[in-house]
T-cell receptor, first 113, second 116 residues
Framework: GQQLNQSPQSMFIQEGEDVSMNCTSS?????WLWYKQEPGEGPVLLIA?????ELTSNGRLTAQFGITRKDSFLNISASIPSDVGIYFC?????????????FGKGTLLTVNP | DGGITQSPKYLFRKEGQNVTLSCEQN?????MYWYRQDPGQGLRLIYY???????QKGDIAEGYSVSREKKESFPLTVTSAQKNPTAFYLC???????????????FGDGTRLSIL
């Protein structure tokens, strides 16, 4: 099946620092999604990307759809304590049925005030 | 408010018992999904449904069953055949995919299932 590698697995940073995480795929995706999950809750959509090369921002968050269509990154600028959580990337294949998302294993972000 | 409601928040299952997790959405979405989440793992697809009265197996369907009798409801039954049911279960929905829409999936707040 498809594999989606997300890194890093975890990050421990100081408040105010910038954060970068990325996902790479073994196959081409036509959609990349970034979600944030807090403890005991469901993932919440942060950013959706639909075109290769697309760069999209949502407040302090910026995500890009890689030119090769096999990767995406998420940056968080000037981190704050409420950024704590698990960040997941998810991709949708360009071929066949377009319902299925493949998820990365997540990046656990801890922000030290 | 529009959204996805999962219940109960916590559920305990005895050995040999079937349990059913509820998922209701009022977003008028056609497609609904069930995922299983284990610690340190990504989400794995159990079942999905693109339209009422139709559903398909995902990657880990064994030991689970679903029904889709109404557009807004997609209950998941964890059967006694599922030997390792302890996990966090997430329900999601999205607008119809078949038209080529790339609309993202939106999630409920999950049900945590544990074995007694």
């Amino acid at each position: 099946g498809q594999q989606l590698n997300q890194s890093p697995q975890s990050m421990f940073i100081q408040e105010g620092e910038d954060v970068s995480m990325n996902c790479t795929s073994s196959s081409i995706f036509n959609t990349w999604l970034w979600y944030k999950q807090e403890p005991g809750e469901g993932p919440v959509l942060l950013i959706a990307l639909y075109k290769a090369g697309e760069l999209t921002s949502n407040g302090r968050l910026t995500a890009q759809f890689g030119i090769t269509r096999k990767d995406s990154f998420l940056n968080i600028s000037a981190s704050i304590p409420s950024d704590v959580g698990i960040y997941f990337c998810a991709g949708r294949n360009s071929g066949g049925s377009n319902y299925k998302l493949t998820f990365g294993k997540g990046t656990l972000l801890t922000v030290n005030p | 408010d529009g959204g996805i409601t999962q219940s109960p928040k916590y559920l305990f299952r005895k050995e040999g018992q079937n349990v059913t997790l509820s998922c209701e959405q009022n977003l008028n979405h056609d497609a609904m999904y069930w995922y299983r989440q284990d610690p340190g793992q990504g989400l794995r697809l159990i079942y999905y449904s693109q339209i009422v009265n139709d559903f398909q197996k995902g990657d880990i369907a064994e030991g689970y069953s679903v029904s889709r009798e109404k557009k807004e409801s997609f209950p998941l039954t964890v059967t006694s055949a599922q030997k390792n049911p302890t996990a966090f279960y997430l329900c999601a929905s999205s607008p119809q995919q078949g038209s080529g829409s790339n609309q993202p999936q939106h999630f409920g707040d999950g049900t945590r299932l544990s074995i007694l």
